[in-house]
């Protein structure tokens, strides 16, 4: 297993019976967060890592702060919280919406650093984590302060779910001690260029995809005919895949009626999530093409591997989870493209595994059939499948390296990490590893 090959490495020190509280800050803001809580959930008990995992979520928490008047948040005054906002956005194609959010969110932070830092010590003093990963913008910088004060040395590290920053004060801040997991070069040299240190920059090879993604054996033809037939779909019939995220978008019924044009040349599959406004408006929704629709599904994986391409949002953990499952992109890019995603647009014109549209309710059927061009698709095809994104397992050897490292110091130093007694002494975080 994963812990006793980086456990072979540290002879002499005695840390693998201990198990380690690892504390995951998340958000309810998007799929993305959770999506990446879940995927280092399931990495750790595939690879029974000795970890107890811990949830801090940030709107949840920040929530009830704010219902109870002791931080500021200007979203409260008009009845809903900050994600809930998002979310809405998102679904109602409103993301135009977003440059204003960005700014009020990093003015609310601002504002809150001072009291988020005391609040967050004696929630650290509470939790006692052993480490803790971020998988969440804009808080990092207060939360490590918190973790320093309330445990000194105690590792933090930040993992991007997003392919590059939208600087400044979002991913990245060089005032913080936390180890940052990369997941381009972009990135990479977007934290070089803000001073941080080379040892707090780790360059993982893509962004963290729950490990069912990478377990799924191609079905015989004889299987996935039965299961695109019990889907009310075709065997021969190249079949695209539409996702807007967990809660689904309108813009979903525009590419339906758009690639209304196609006939039976294409036959999608319309994940919906949560949105079962949208849900109910295409399964009404008559026509030639043959469609699918589907509600809410934690077997993403199962309904990628019957889709030939993707259709969605140039969401980075949506993005990224249809690559490793060899599907080329179609999305889409243009002023009302939310500021995080639009690298994710950029990055998939760079490495040519798709197409980018500035509009999905002009230029998507078009796009489709380029797509489907044997020559086009072949190409693309190629250059997905040359992409071996491996991050989830990377940074779960990160962090138990980063734990066992942390215990070997420790336990040289004379602590006790099970005594309640004794206190952590104060050391600097743990540096980052580089990941192969």
Not at 46 to 74: C, H, K, Y
Not at 391 to 399: K, Q
């Amino acid at each position: 297993m994963l812990a006793e090959q980086i456990g072979s490495r540290l002879s002499g020190v005695c840390v693998m019976a201990k198990r380690f509280k690892v504390n995951v800050v998340t958000g309810q803001g998007g799929g993305g967060h959770y999506a990446t809580y879940r995927a280092i959930a399931a990495i750790a008990q595939q690879q029974t890592l000795p970890w107890d995992l811990q949830v801090t979520d940030m709107d949840e928490i920040i929530t009830g702060l704010s219902q109870a008047g002791e931080i500021q948040n200007a979203y409260e005054s008009f009845g809903f919280s900050g994600h809930d906002l998002y979310n809405l956005m998102v679904k109602g194609g409103w993301t135009w919406l977003w440059p204003l959010k960005m700014r009020m969110n990093k003015l609310l932070v601002k504002l809150n650093h001072s009291i988020g830092v005391k609040i967050f010590t004696e929630h650290w003093q509470t939790q006692k984590p052993d480490l803790v990963v971020s998988v969440m913008p804009l808080y990092n910088k207060g939360l490590y302060e918190s973790l320093q004060l309330a445990h000194p040395g105690t590792p933090y590290i930040t993992a991007l779910t997003d392919f590059a920053d939208c600087p400044p004060a979002f991913w990245f801040d060089p005032e913080a001690g936390n180890t940052l997991v990369c997941p381009s070069q972009q990135a990479v040299a977007q934290a070089r260029s803000l001073g941080i240190s080379s040892h707090r920059i780790v360059k993982s090879s893509g962004l963290v995809v729950h490990p069912s993604f990478y377990n799924q054996a191609s079905p015989s033809s004889a299987k996935k005919m039965a299961q695109l037939q019990a889907l009310g779909l075709e065997a021969d019939i190249p079949t695209g895949m539409v996702m807007f995220g967990g809660n689904g978008s309108t813009t979903m019924v525009d590419i339906a009626q758009q690639l209304e044009t196609l006939g039976n040349e294409v036959q999608l599959i319309f994940m919906c999530g949560r949105n079962t406004a949208v849900a109910d408006v295409l399964k009404a929704y008559g026509g030639k093409q043959k469609r699918a629709v589907v509600g809410f599904t934690d077997d993403m994986a199962s309904y990628m591997q019957l889709s030939d391409f993707f259709i969605g949002k140039p969401g980075n953990v949506s993005v990224s989870e249809a690559l490793v499952m060899n599907l080329p992109v179609i999305t889409e890019c243009n002023w009302q493209t939310m500021r995080q995603e639009k690298y994710c647009a950029q990055w998939v014109k760079e490495a040519d595994v798709g197409l980018v549209v500035s509009s999905f309710k002009k230029k998507i059927a078009k796009a489709v059939v380029d797509m489907i061009q044997p020559s086009t698709y072949t190409k693309f095809r190629r250059n997905v499948k040359a992409i071996d994104n491996r991050a989830v397992f990377e940074v779960a050897e990160l962090i138990q390296e980063t734990l066992l490292q942390a215990a070997s110091a420790q336990t040289e130093n004379g602590w006790d990490a099970e005594s309640p007694k004794a206190e952590r002494p104060k050391k600097e975080t743990v540096p980052g590893l580089p990941v192969g």
